[in-house]
């Protein structure tokens, strides 16, 4: 064999073994090179400044911490009111069958508001949550959901627990996602959307229960047989060093892996599948099926992705605050759950 056949064969190997290892590189995301996925972030539409903005009322010392049942959880809902209001998000009204409940909604600071009672102990308690309608330009019984829980741990003491990282920047993550679909209504022609700000999820996923007990009523618009997708933001602001934001729910959708790496081209944001099962004392074993209010919409059969990280070392403490959230991440994060808002609903394959 002459050299000139060998260095053509050399060549042609190499050009092999590139495409191959850039092939690899393709199908792992981003996991394989993680310490440089933040200079990777592409946040594209979020207003980040927005999101700041959201997440400095969400956290103020006026909410208190916003624990289900106190002044400071009331002031919250009247602001989320508020902001969905200037969306132009309607009230899902349609869900209410208690007639008195519809006629306390005519109030503009309550309209979007969904009282609910559950017990804790040997007492009854009452929570609200937030829900926001923005139909399909075109009619269509398709929908996708968008959840976030807007309570927290309250006062204790003296110190406020502000929930930063949970959940407020779900809360804002949310609210940028219901402004960009309304202000771009040619992008859902097909696809009916609702977000929903969640109450007492963490005394035990009690907004969520009383989510799903109404999807559960098939006279509802939407229920559970409508729901393609149900979105689930919660601890989105505060990655690890590895910059990853983890993706929950795969084994609903028989398509995740194009799914995910549709959503790493997209923003350059890494995600992984699946928690890590035992970080030190912070996580534990943690069942991340049921840790969140993704948990009551599973068990009724709605299908659903859970954005979060793991608990870090502010976790559930006073510490939670605002200077400490990736607003970059956060942006990224809702720029990929955008993405499960606009795909494709065969791409989206879920199971039923």
């Not at 308690?125 to 330009?137: Q, T």
């Not at 269509?140 to 959901?145: E, I, Q, V």
């Not at 602001?237 to 398509?255: A, D, I, K, T």
């Amino acid at each position: 064999m002459s050299p000139t056949q060998i260095k053509l064969i050399s060549l042609r190997f190499s050009f092999t073994l590139s495409i191959l290892l850039l092939f690899s590189l393709t199908l792992s995301g981003c996991s394989t090179f993680s310490t440089s996925c933040k200079t990777q972030l592409k946040a594209n539409w979020v207003d980040q400044q927005a999101l700041k903005a959201d997440l400095a009322q969400l956290t103020s010392a006026k909410f208190e911490g916003r624990k289900t049942g106190t002044q400071g959880a009331a002031l919250t809902r009247d602001y989320l009111n508020e902001r969905f209001t200037q969306i132009g998000l309607t009230p899902w009204q349609s869900a209410q069958a208690d007639t008195k409940t519809t006629t306390q909604q005519s109030k503009n600071t309550d309209k979007f508001n969904l009282p609910f009672t559950y017990s804790q102990g040997f007492s009854e308690r009452k929570g609200s949550n937030v829900v926001g309608v923005l139909k399909a330009s075109n009619p269509s019984t398709s929908w996708r959901l968008v959840i976030a829980h807007y309570d927290h741990l309250g006062v204790k003491g003296r110190k406020i627990y502000p929930g930063a990282d949970d959940n407020a920047s779900g809360i804002a993550a949310m609210l940028q996602l219901a402004n960009y679909a309304a202000t771009h209504p040619e992008l859902f022609t097909k696809t009916n959307l609702m977000f929903v700000a969640t109450d007492a999820e963490e005394p035990g996923l009690y907004g969520g229960y009383a989510l799903a007990e109404l999807l559960s009523q098939q006279n509802i618009t939407p229920n559970n047989k409508q729901i393609e997708l149900a979105i689930n933001l919660d601890m989105i602001g505060r990655p690890e060093r590895s910059m990853v934001v983890y993706l929950e729910g795969r084994r609903g959708f028989s398509q995740f892996p194009l799914i995910k790496q549709k959503l790493i081209n997209e923003t350059g944001l890494c995600i992984k599948a699946k928690h890590p099962r035992k970080r030190g004392q912070l996580t534990g074993n943690i069942d991340w099926l049921r840790a969140s209010d993704h948990y009551p919409l599973h068990k009724v059969g709605v299908p659903w992705l859970y954005f979060g990280v793991p608990p870090h070392q502010d976790y559930h403490a006073p510490s939670d605050t605002q200077e400490k959230i990736d607003f970059e991440f956060l942006a990224a994060v809702t720029s990929s759950a955008h993405q499960l808002l606009i795909i494709d609903s065969l791409q989206l394959g879920n199971i039923q």
